[in-house]
């Protein structure tokens, strides 16, 4: 199975991923024209992580996000869903605690965290308001979100320019790079199928999350959102 459907069933997509584990980061280096590592430092300043917080990263794929929030001397607990991206991480960054996980069913205790994040993880969430939900229940009281997510450019022209991008260019320069390209013609199809920032903010605030707000990066093309857990 190297192709999931926007109904996202867990099993499909996580076995894409492992597909794609091996060469996941550079073809996103590649297809983002290098613009995913400028996204990753805007998401390690948001999160703001300290030593000795305890920081849950979602969607951790291969562990190449968590690296960040390690160096601060936080505590990270890198957490995915696929076994083949876990795997991957263990043999480059073994000292790591990496953790299978279904972001809708987390296997942690209620108010462990201090912050939980997801980059580019949420799309891929079956339940996206269930996944919200249980982010939330890990997350102590006066603890935070971050979500690092491809939205909707803002100036119509980039819309434009990004959605041709989007379904035309992007699948043969994945064929060029990637293990597995059918992924990338999923990923691409999801990220048009997403609501814009106004809607996941909206979602955040009825799975519980106060002080919700988003800021853009890249114009639009991914949206930083922030919210914090009453305490």
Request: net charge positive.
């Amino acid at each position: 199975m190297t192709r999931a459907s926007l109904d996202k069933q867990p099993h499909e997509v996580a076995s894409m991923f492992d597909d794609v584990a091996e060469r996941y980061d550079l073809t996103n280096d590649v297809l983002s024209l290098g613009q995913d590592r400028r996204w990753r430092k805007e998401v390690a300043k948001a999160v703001d992580a300290r030593p000795a917080q305890k920081i849950l990263d979602l969607a951790a794929g291969t562990g190449t996000s968590s690296l960040p929030f390690a160096r601060t001397g936080a505590y990270v607990v890198p957490c995915d869903f696929s076994q083949g991206m876990l795997q991957v991480g263990k043999q480059r960054q073994p000292w790591l605690p990496y953790t299978a996980g279904d972001a809708t069913r987390l296997p942690f205790k209620d108010d462990t965290f201090d912050a939980v994040t997801i980059s580019f993880g949420l799309r891929n969430v079956q339940d996206t308001d269930a996944g919200l939900r249980e982010m939330l229940r890990v997350t102590r009281p006066g603890g935070r979100i971050v979500i690092c997510e491809f939205s909707h450019p803002t100036w119509a022209p980039l819309r434009t320019v990004y959605t041709e991008y989007l379904m035309r260019a992007l699948p043969p320069v994945a064929r060029a790079v990637s293990s597995s390209p059918d992924a990338y013609v999923y990923l691409a199809e999801s990220i048009r199928a997403w609501p814009d920032q106004p809607a996941l903010a909206e979602r955040l605030g009825k799975a519980g999350w106060s002080r919700v707000a988003w800021r853009n990066l890249s114009g639009g093309i991914v949206a930083l959102h922030r919210g914090f857990k009453a305490g």
